[in-house]
């Protein structure tokens, strides 16, 4: 993480139950307006560590990621992929070069405004899942929308919403641990969908199901984004995806290796 931007608090961050992110939104084009890309990365680079023990995870990519696109993410274990999915998701800075979310320089922005970003306008799926052991499949959902200004009964009324969309209605009081792989990833994509981002990005997110499940999340992402307008940005090793998908993108040891469009 540089050091030399401030550090901004927003200001409308107080409260015991406050994340820290504060409720103002992003402000992000209308939802008709094409023309500006969702994401314009300009020679970008991202170093890990520095010196001669620093690792050039990324080196001089250039991408641009229209409104809605559905991109593929593939490459060699080691090439990039998870670096490029955090600038995307404003996780992480580059060391160089410029990423632009919605026409915004991701370099420019606070911290506040960052947290804001991620909780409103992207929305993660993860290899690993990663809900929350202790809360059940709807409180997953709704935790992400506790910092906002979305009152509690809509929170919870969303949340089942979502997971009836998502085929869990009659799942929606288990825990995770009381799921199976599969039902756990669609409470992360309702999830992920909770605060109506505009961009879902998925690291590989089928890594650790078995293929005839994993083409079902699959399947399901793509109509989830579909539906919703959303650009999706996703890794993965499945082949069926990289054949299906419209534009598949390439990394080999960090570098853009092909951007391939159907
Ligand atoms: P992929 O997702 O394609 O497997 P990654 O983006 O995770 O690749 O990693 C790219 C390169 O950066 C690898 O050489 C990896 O070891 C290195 N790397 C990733 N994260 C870190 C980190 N936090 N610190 C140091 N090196 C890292
Ligand atoms: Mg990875």
């Given amino acids: 993480m540089s050091t030399h931007r ?52 990324l080196s001089d990519i250039d991408l641009r990621v229209e409104q809605r696109d559905f991109l593929a993410i593939v490459g ?11 600038l995307l998701g404003a996780l992480d800075r580059p060391s160089a070069g410029t990423v632009r979310c919605n026409g915004r320089d991701i370099q420019s922005m606070g911290e506040g405004e960052l947290s804001r970003l991620r909780r409103d306008v992207i929305g993660f799926v993860f290899q690993q899942f990663n809900l929350i052991p202790t809360l059940t499949a709807r409180q997953n959902v709704e935790l992400v929308a506790a910092s906002t200004e979305m009152p509690a009964a809509a929170r919870a009324a969303r949340a089942a919403e979502l997971l009836d969309s998502v085929g869990l209605a009659a799942r929606e009081g288990h825990l995770p641990s009381q799921l199976s792989g599969g039902e756990q990833q669609r409470v992360a994509i309702a999830r992920a969908l909770m605060n109506r981002p505009r961009v879902i990005l998925a690291d590989e997110p089928t890594g650790n199901l078995d293929s005839a499940t994993g083409a079902e999340i699959l399947a399901l992402l793509q109509r989830v984004a579909a539906d919703n307008h959303q650009t999706l940005v996703l890794i993965t090793h499945e082949q069926a995806v990289t054949e299906a998908a419209p534009r598949v993108v390439t990394l080999r040891d960090g570098r853009l290796a092909s951007d391939t469009r159907a």
């Avoid at 094409?34 to 001669?52: E, F, N, Q």
Wanted: no cysteine; hydrophobic share 30%.
């Fill in 6 to 57: 401030p550090v901004i608090t927003p200001k409308e961050d107080h409260g015991p139950m406050q994340t820290g992110t504060g409720s103002a939104p992003v402000p992000v084009p209308a939802t008709g307006d094409l023309s500006v890309p969702t994401y314009d990365l300009t020679g970008v680079s991202k170093v890990y560590g520095s010196g001669a023990t620093g690792v050039e995870a």
């Fill in 76 to 86: 060699a274990s080691g090439s990039g992929k998870t670096t490029l999915l955090q």
